[in-house]
Each structure stands twice: as C-alpha cells, then as structure tokens.
C-alpha cells in the first residue's frame, strides 16, 4: 500500500476515507471522494470499488437511495430481510398445517 499512500500521508488518508461514511449529501460526498483521488490518485481503483459496489448503498448514506426515517428504524443487523422474517413468524398462527399444491 506504500506505493499508493505514503507512510507519512496513511492517518491523513484514513481519515479522509473513514469520513465519507458520514456525509449524507450526496454531491458533497463525490467532492470528497474527489478530492481523496486527487491527493491520492493510486487509490482511484480502490475507492471506486467501494463507492459503486452494491454494498456502498449500506456503507455511505449519502449513495443510498431508502429515505432516511425508513433506514433509521432498521435493526442494526446486516440482514433486514431476515429480521423482517422474525416478524412474520411473530405475526403467523401456531401449529398450522401445511396445504398441498
């Protein structure tokens, strides 16, 4: 990672990326995102996976598309689908049989 971010720049760049975890906006979080490449433009690849990858939506709010009020109630898990199955089971009768066809 040397040849990319110099031992002397590492915190500098660390804090840099960390921090796009909490920006919300979404052009101020491409600035930022711009101006790490341009300070560090080894990490062009690098960052550009991480901000277009499928998870990005679930790691920067600023990319994702869930209004706010809607993803603050979400359990803090990584699996809302499963945790959205523990509610149906919650809601669903006991002891019921299963139909076929």
Excluded at 25 to 37: E, G, M, S, T
Excluded at 79 to 93: G, T
């Amino acid at each position: 990672m040397n040849d990319i971010v110099s031992y002397e720049t590492a915190e500098e760049f660390a804090k840099a990326t960390m921090g796009l975890i909490f920006i919300k906006d979404y052009l101020d979080f491409r600035a930022a995102a711009d101006r790490i490449i341009a300070k560090w433009p080894g990490c062009r690849v690098w960052l550009e996976w991480w901000i277009f990858h499928r998870s990005a939506k679930k790691l920067f709010p600023a990319v994702g598309t869930m209004p706010e009020n809607i993803s603050e109630v979400l359990p803090n898990s990584t699996n809302a689908q499963e945790s959205m199955h523990n509610i149906f089971y919650l809601a669903a009768e006991r002891n019921q049989n299963i139909l076929s066809g």
